[in-house]
């Protein structure tokens, strides 16, 4: 700030020097002074909105991440568990069996049908051990994923995390399925 200020005082003195005219300075400089609040609003609400487009951005890709490690870790196995125990898969199948042809267009058109989807399950007893076993081998991953701060962006997945924790808590309080 010192540093600016020194300059402009020298380049207003240069130019006292070449013109020898304190009346246009003046004029010049008060003008400039008076602008001056408006220059920070503008200069403050584009800096805060490309910040906050930044921090956006940034939490999408964190939030990307911690979906993929759990896909990776633990919701691609979870998927292929509750197939098994659908009564009829193929409804579900058909609205959800993702391949490399489909659209943006089709992908919301999944996301639309999906609360409409009957689905119902008949869990057997190996079944449900099968899901304890892969919650309890999952437990740390789960709980190390649910305190990422990251969650707070979505509001779905972590509702989904804390359900499966809770899930799992269930399963592992029961002896015998």
């Not at 220059?39 to 956006?56: A, G, N």
């Not at 076993?133 to 990251?150: A, G, K, S, W």
Request: hydrophobic fraction near 50%; charged fraction near 30%.
């Amino acid at each position: 700030a010192a540093i600016l200020v020194v300059a402009a005082i020298v380049l207003h003195g240069i130019h006292f020097l070449i013109f020898q005219d304190w009346h246009h300075i003046a004029i010049y400089g008060f003008g400039d002074i008076a602008f001056i609040p408006i220059e920070i609003l503008v200069i403050s609400l584009v800096v805060d909105r490309l910040l906050e487009e930044r921090k956006r951005q940034s939490v999408r890709e964190k939030m990307n991440m911690v979906v993929g490690t759990f896909f990776s870790a633990l919701g691609q196995p979870l998927l292929e568990r509750m197939c098994e125990v659908l009564e009829d898969v193929t409804e579900v199948r058909a609205c959800l069996a993702i391949d490399p042809d489909w659209t943006p267009e089709r992908i919301q058109q999944a996301k639309q049908t999906i609360p409409e989807l009957r689905i119902k399950v008949r869990p057997r007893k190996e079944d449900m051990e099968q899901l304890r076993e892969l919650l309890t081998d999952h437990r740390d991953f789960l709980l190390r994923i649910l305190q990422n701060p990251v969650l707070l962006e979505d509001e779905e997945f972590g509702e989904l995390l804390w359900a499966l924790s809770h899930l799992q808590e269930e399963l592992a309080a029961r002896g015998d399925l």
